[in-house]
T-cell receptor, first 114, second 114 residues
Framework: GQQLNQSPQSMFIQEGEDVSMNCTSS?????WLWYKQDPGEGPVLLIA?????ELTSNGRLTAQFGITRKDSFLNISASIPSDVGIYFC??????????????FGTGTRLKVLA | SQTIHQWPATLVQPVGSPLSLECTVE??????LYWYRQAAGRGLQLLFY??????ISSEVPQNLSASRPQDRQFILSSKKLLLSDSGFYLC?????????????FGEGSWLTVV
């Protein structure tokens, strides 16, 4: 099935460092969502973006909806050990036929070294 | 507030046996409902989505089927499981398209076919 290009695939960082990850698509999206998934659990919504250019923060997390509507990034500042997990981006395609679908990125696996 | 539950959380089934995973949503009406599958260490693949009772769209040709007998109930089934059906299955819901563009996940169900 269709997937977004998410990078990097994995990251090993030191506690206190900032983290950046992004997603790109070849088609326009109406919505960008960012999730965190812990092992054996369902993804939990972190940030939702609904307008091109929108910049939204949730604590130490900041995400932006790209101007072209084809990309989004997520930044985590001052990482802590509990940030470990898999981060997924998700987009809702802009075409009418794709209104109900959410396409997911391949995930970024984050490991924080204390 | 809205909640989503799916069960069972874990199951081990022999090849050729039937499957039934159930999902229910509370606190909302006429939700869009989804089934995703996640292979180990991989992204989320959309299997089915539904915009109303009895309305099922399949995204990937496969050994599985979905049904929506009630507004807030979504069932994933198989008549005969294959080894390749093993994975982490996630049910999800989103508000009706006219009121929001965010998708929320259940706790997930681990299926191991042996």
């Amino acid at each position: 099935g269709q997937q977004l290009n998410q990078s990097p695939q994995s990251m090993f960082i030191q506690e206190g460092e900032d983290v950046s990850m992004n997603c790109t698509s070849s088609s326009i999206f109406n919505t960008w969502l960012w999730y965190k998934q812990d092992p054996g659990e369902g993804p939990v919504l972190l940030i939702a973006l609904y307008k091109a250019g929108e910049l939204t923060s949730n604590g130490r997390l900041t995400a932006q909806f790209g101007i072209t509507r084809k990309d989004s990034f997520l930044n985590i500042s001052a990482s802590i050990p509990s940030d470990v997990g898999i981060y997924f981006c998700a987009g809702q395609p802009g075409s009418t036929s794709g209104t109900y679908k959410y396409i997911f990125g391949t995930g970024t696996r984050l490991k924080v070294l204390a | 507030s809205q909640t989503i539950h799916q069960w069972p959380a874990t199951l081990v089934q022999p090849v050729g046996s039937p499957l039934s995973l159930e999902c229910t949503v509370e606190g909302t009406s006429n939700p869009n409902l989804y089934w995703y599958r996640q292979a180990a260490g991989r992204g989320l693949q959309l299997l089915f989505y539904s915009v109303g009772i009895g309305q099922i769209s399949s995204e990937v040709p496969q050994n599985l089927s979905a049904s929506r007998p009630q507004d807030r109930q979504f069932i994933l089934s198989s008549k005969k499981l294959l080894l390749s059906d093993s994975g982490f299955y996630l049910c999800a819901w989103s508000p009706p398209v006219y009121s929001g563009n965010t998708i929320y996940f259940g706790e997930g169900s681990w299926l191991t076919v042996v």
